[in-house]
Nanobody, 124 residues
Framework: QVQLVESGGGLVQAGGSLRLSCAAS????????MGWFRQAPGKEREFVAA????????YYVDFVKGRFIISRDNAKNTVYLQMNSLKPEDTAVYYC?????????????????WGQGTQVIISS
């Protein structure tokens, strides 16, 4: 089992920044690729970014490229999502997840452990 706890969400104005953190406990964090997903009201959960476990290769969905940065600190068992130039359409609950599948970045079904989510609201 891997327990994941997100933090760092909040309310910011468009154009602002937020840094989400996800602290992991349980099994060895460095064994897992990690990802961030988000879910807006009335919409399906969607992939945002992922990072490899060893070489830290990163993957992003097109609509966050150049604005969001995923990183991890294996010594702190933590994965981060730096979000810049935020837009109202970035409003969602953001979830971190541990990858347990075979394809990276994969889809939501490739992630076996999930946090409870942190709310991000971007005002216009």
């Amino acid at each position: 089992q891997v327990q994941l706890v997100e933090s760092g969400g909040g309310l910011v104005q468009a154009g602002g920044s937020l840094r989400l953190s996800c602290a992991a406990s349980g099994r060895t964090f460095s064994n897992y690729h990690m990802g961030w997903f988000r879910q807006a009201p009335g919409k399906e959960r969607e992939f945002v970014a992922a990072i490899g476990r060893t070489f830290f290769r990163t993957y992003y969905v097109d609509f966050v490229k150049g604005r969001f940065i995923i990183s991890r600190d294996n010594a702190k068992n933590t994965v981060y999502l730096q979000m810049n130039s935020l837009k109202p359409e970035d409003t969602a609950v953001y979830y971190c997840a541990a990858h347990t599948g075979t394809v990276l970045p994969g889809t939501a079904s490739d992630y076996g452990y999930w946090g409870q989510g942190t709310q991000v609201i971007i005002s216009s």
